[in-house]
């Protein structure tokens, strides 16, 4: 069975970084695309950045030119790298295996704090 394994969250001051991982088993990470979620508390789970099996990348307008996904395909690895980290972005953060047609599985999802 595929699993997505996020790791890296934790507590941060605004305008601090953090770097999350997702380490995919089994055939998520020959999903045509690789994805991150997040979920404010009180909010509905949220789009914010995917990349395609061919490297093109999109991003939700609010974390555009802050967050940047990448892939280690050796180590069949999803990173987000955050910047510039504000206090709307606290939730807890998901990765996503994808067809075109939606989620094919989801991580357990880990927490990032953004104290001001």
């Known amino acids: 069975q595929a699993q997505l394994a996020e790791s890296g969250g934790g507590s941060v001051q605004a305008g601090g970084s953090l770097r999350l991982s997702c380490a995919a088993s089994?055939?998520?990470?020959?999903?045509?695309?690789m994805a991150w979620y997040r979920q404010a508390p009180g909010k509905q789970r949220e789009f914010i950045a995917r990349?395609?099996?061919?490297?093109?990348?999109n991003y939700d307008d609010s974390v555009k030119g802050r967050f940047t996904i990448s892939t280690d395909n050796a180590k069949n690895t999803v990173y987000l790298q955050m910047n510039s980290l504000k206090p709307e972005d606290t939730a807890v953060y998901y990765c996503?295996?994808?067809?075109?047609?939606?989620?094919?599985?989801w991580g357990q999802g880990t927490r990032v704090t953004v104290s001001s």
């Open positions: 996503a295996a994808m067809v075109s047609g939606g989620v094919l599985s």
């Open positions: 990349v395609a099996s061919g490297g093109s990348t």
């Open positions: 089994g055939s998520s990470f020959r999903a045509p695309y």
